[in-house]
């Protein structure tokens, strides 16, 4: 397994800059500054856990309230919500071929999702 690669907090180091897909072992290390902020989606609820799509397009959430919420990579802009458990998410895990996205909840409780998330 390659070490996780991190950015310096230098102008020089903002080049080498590579998007979330080339930095899957710490992709929040991709991210640029100057485009940080926040987004809300419809439904307000704390955010457990999140995890980039293997193609690093989309960003899920996991939230408080057991919902998944779809945000794009591009612009952050919210997408979509799903129902996804009862109990509170607490965990989101992509299997190692990006095929299924693994969810946990506050109960116990594992589910797997295609990566289309029906």
């Known amino acids: 397994m390659d070490a996780p690669y991190t950015l310096d907090a230098s102008a020089d180091a903002a080049v080498e800059m590579l998007p979330p897909s080339g930095t899957r072992s710490n992709a929040a290390g991709s991210a640029c500054t100057r485009f940080v902020h926040s987004a809300l989606n419809k439904d307000r609820s704390s955010v457990n856990a999140g995890a980039w799509f293997p193609d690093g397009r989309r ?20 997408e979509a919500n799903q129902q996804a458990h009862e109990e ?3 965990a989101l895990c992509w299997s190692r071929g990006g095929e299924w996205l693994l969810s946990g909840d506050g109960g116990g409780l594992v589910k797997y999702w295609q990566g289309a998330l029906d």
């Open 59 to 78: 960003l899920i959430t996991a939230s408080f309230n057991g919902m998944f919420t779809l945000w794009s990579g591009f612009s952050f802009n919210f």
């Open 88 to 90: 509170p998410l607490h």
